[in-house]
């Protein structure tokens, strides 16, 4: 027996004690056949039918996932992409179900590995939490997105830790340094801006050649 959300639970129990395996799901006072197995409906044995009840639940929880995808990734970027370690165990249990880690667990972000990973969320988390898309972007023209890179790749003394190095391009209130690797990670995500912009701005200068 398996116990479900909402005081609910799953269960598999044999037809007369020595027939085929049935899996049911119970919710308080109802309880419902929850998957068909080649038998009359039951399995050949309890670990049969245990696990085709798994596979129904995690198909399940894929569709949910699925439907509310962008409130999941929304959510989980806002927590710094999973680094509490508790979507990392829940992306486990739900193996390729993540749309963002693949199976993975996200256990590269939780363990210190994933570099290219991480930075990739921290673009996508840059375009869809903080709004700065290519529109955005494309207005810093004088290569400040490098420059920023530039500053939170600089090792600092904790000291000085708050104060924006020299060449920092924007206000203060911009500079937001956080650990180490949080820092280098948003210093990818930057030049992976700037590189987006110079190249947009290459085919926006070729079609004007062209025309």
């Given amino acids: 027996m398996a116990k479900a959300p909402l005081f609910g639970y799953f269960i598999c129990e044999p037809w007369n004690g020595d027939g085929p395996w049935f899996g049911y799901a119970s919710f308080l006072t109802s309880r419902a056949r929850f998957v068909q197995g080649p038998l009359d409906g039951g399995f050949q044995t309890a670990e049969e039918a245990m696990a085709a009840v ?49 199976g993975s667990g996200h256990r590269g972000d939780v363990a210190g590995t994933g570099g290219a990973a991480a930075v990739a969320a921290e673009r996508r988390r840059q375009i869809e939490v903080e709004g700065w898309t290519p529109e955005h972007d494309d207005q810093h023209r004088d290569g400040e997105m490098a420059a920023a890179a530039a500053c939170y790749c600089q090792p600092r003394h904790p000291a000085h830790y708050q104060i924006p190095p020299a060449g920092w391009p924007w206000d203060r209130d911009w500079w937001k340094p956080k650990t180490a690797r949080e820092n280098l990670v948003r210093a990818g995500a930057l030049i992976a801006a700037e590189i987006e912009r110079l190249d947009r701005a290459a085919i926006k200068q070729e079609g004007r050649e062209d025309g």
Avoid: H, Q, Y
């Fill in 54 to 102: 798994d596979a129904k639940v995690l198909r399940g929880a894929r569709e949910v996932l699925e439907r509310n995808r962008d409130a999941f990734l929304s959510d989980i970027r806002e927590e710094g992409f999973a680094t509490s370690g508790a979507e990392a165990r829940w992306c486990e249990d739900m193996e390729d179900a993540c749309p963002c880690c693949g």
